[in-house]
């Protein structure tokens, strides 16, 4: 099946919502963000975009370029392991970087597989946080 990534619009918000909610680390309680939110990070803080199988979108994430951070990145459970999360990972480093920011931050569960993803990818801890999460950050090797 061909995967399709491509920049997310106010449309993909029901498949985001649905990635969102069926992951299983790092999970989110239903209301505790709103479309609203998401919008603005969408639409006017940041950018976000999608993959597509099918039609249907099996993961997503959001940079949010005012505040220098990625503000979500999640693939459904269902599509693990194709590479969607490295690809959208790249992309979304990629357009925060032309900002001219020279640190990116982000928070995770301190004892999740999205620590190991981000830290692979080059992503320090640079503090533990007394909610159990810690913040990574990655610095723009090329001013």
Not at 113 to 118: D, E, I, K, M
Request: aromatic share 10%; hydrophobic share 40%; charged share 25%.
């Amino acid at each position: 099946m061909t995967a399709v990534l491509r920049r997310a619009t106010r449309d993909d918000l029901a498949g985001i919502w649905r990635v969102r909610y069926a992951v299983a680390e790092n999970t989110l309680a239903p209301g505790r963000i709103g479309d609203d939110e998401v919008l603005a990070q969408l639409e006017t803080t940041g950018r976000g975009w999608v993959v597509e199988e099918g039609g249907e979108v099996v993961a997503f994430a959001i940079g949010d370029a005012s505040g220098a951070n990625v503000w979500a990145l999640f693939v459904d459970p269902r599509a693990e392991g194709r590479g969607h999360g490295s690809r959208l990972h790249d992309t979304m480093v990629e357009w925060l970087w032309t900002h001219g920011l020279t640190t990116l931050w982000l928070t995770t569960g301190a004892h999740t597989r999205a620590r190991g993803f981000y830290e692979r990818r080059g992503w320090r801890c640079t503090a533990e946080l007394d909610d159990g999460q810690v913040r990574l950050e990655l610095t723009n090797a090329w001013p």
